[in-house]
């Protein structure tokens, strides 16, 4: 496994992110998620490798946090609430020193802090536990208004699956963001347009995205998600957002980065590549 | 090996589908509860919800309050998971629905607690008017489905596995709602269990056998109503008693065993089961750290007799 602290804490005061490096990041974990979910056998590349600017984004050079004390009171809250994904999270975590790298290794097995879905009691750096979609936003939601009651300045983040937003559970909570001003919380769906049956367009549409969070009352910004200066601008543009929840809709393409699972959105949602499907990810990853 | 018992269901419902009052939902899983192979079939009649699952108990309400035969399906964690709408639209309503449940137990493996059905039996379980089963290899999922489909009124939750699970029984088998079969006679003790843990009931049987005790081994696939009287003939008889699931021990079939023999037949009990949340790791690793795969069932009831 790849390993490399790349970096300690990041955070917004940095004015300016090396962006050449980020886009290094973003290469480097597609890398680690490919080799990670061979090694463990099964687990779901096509979201993971979907998430990985906003994710490099947010741990890289957004979210002020501290590896080196994952507890602080003042941390930003990064809630993954398609907990599927969280191997584009170990990833991060392993990358920014909140445990050794060659703990990826062991994702998925007996006793590892990295289960098959985030697990907060076992892993530092997971916020929430979730892995039962439609949950992580109400978390979220509660997260902020913790922080409104107690006068602190740290922000909270969720990342939501299209899939996941046919829950209704989520609708509760994108009411509820709005009417107690939570402007400390920024929601992100990653919108790669798969589900684990098909394409949400053929099983259960969400469309217009954009107009439904905009009428449930939050300030809502498009964006090409794969695109990490585009991921950078809107979580500024959140921080600058001062009377209401923000949505980065951010556009996707499940299984970024691997050309086959591009290809075929379906097949990749919840299957781990084989050996000669490793090598050929990896190639073409590795350039 | 045998078929998961998802596998047989998928396969039973394309069969027995064939009644145009069987309706299909799926919660996006359909690829993994098998309810495809009833799509596949009958698209007319199969409905994939997305990932819906309170509104998908409400909906399937709907459809048998107006006469049809719904099956809402998803895994076992995440249907059981929206108990509201099941005791309220189901259960109270009395509606005539069958909720699915597939990947139940830690036996799922990898994907770790959030996936896995550890109380879906204790939640549905207190209710009064339902009924739940919960099969434990192919003749008996296929004979069970075929039972829902054909004869049975009211609320049912089926309970089926991942994996794939040896045979218990051969060709001729006979399902009969709500009795208790019996694998393998013995006056020693009782070991009572059910689904895919059968398998490991059984070789800690034989284990046993080979040491001169010997077993009466009941099969449970109709965890409510349950056979109260071979419960207590069997515990009568052999006045010790194991229960064994992939389940906690509390709500579930070692709950129900326990119940029955404080009111009738008190006896000496131990229930074998899952007593904390799950966890990853491959389904061979987590049956043997559990102690639910054979030599763990045996291990315990040997530690047990001794005590
Ligand atoms: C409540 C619940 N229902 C079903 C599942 C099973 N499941 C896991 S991932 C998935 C599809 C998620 O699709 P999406 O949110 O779009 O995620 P992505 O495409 O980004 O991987 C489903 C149905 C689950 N984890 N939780």
Redesign the pocket.
Known sequence: MSSGNQNASCCSCHPTPDIDQLKELCRLMRIDIIKMLHKAGSG?P???L??VEMIVALYFHHLRHNPKEPLWQDRDRFVLS????VPVQYAALARAGYFDPALLDTLRTLGSPLQG?PDRLRCPGIEAST?????GLSIAVGMAMAAKLDQRDYRVFCM????????GQVWESALNAPTFKLNNLCAIL?W??????GL?ADIQPIEPVAEKWAAFNWHVVEIDGNDIEQCLAALQEADRTTDRPTMIISRTI?GKGVSFMEND?PAW??VAPNKDQTEAALQELQG | MGKASRASFGMALAEFGTDPRVVILD???SK?TKSADFGNKFPDRFFNVG?T?AGMIGTAAGLALCGKIPFCC??A??VT?RYDQIRVSVGYTNANVRIVGTHAGVAIGEDGY??QGLEDIATVRSLPNMTILQPADHLETVAAVKYLIQEHQGPVYLRLTRQNLNEVHSEGYTFQFGQADRLQEGSDLTIIATGGVVGSALYAAKALAEKGVQADVLNIHTIRPIDRESIVESAARTGRVVTVEDHSIVGGLGSAVAEVLSEEQPTRLLRIGMTEYGESGSPEDLYQKFGLNGPGVLAKIESWLEA
């Open positions: 779901h096509g979201g993971s979907s998430a398609k907990g599927h994904a879905h892995g039962a979609l439609g949950q939501l699956g299209d899939g996941e937003s046919q829950e990653d790669n347009l798969g589900q684990l049956d949400v499940k959105i949602h919840g | 919660a996006d899983l993994s990932i699952e998803s895994f964690c995440f998971g959030s996936q």
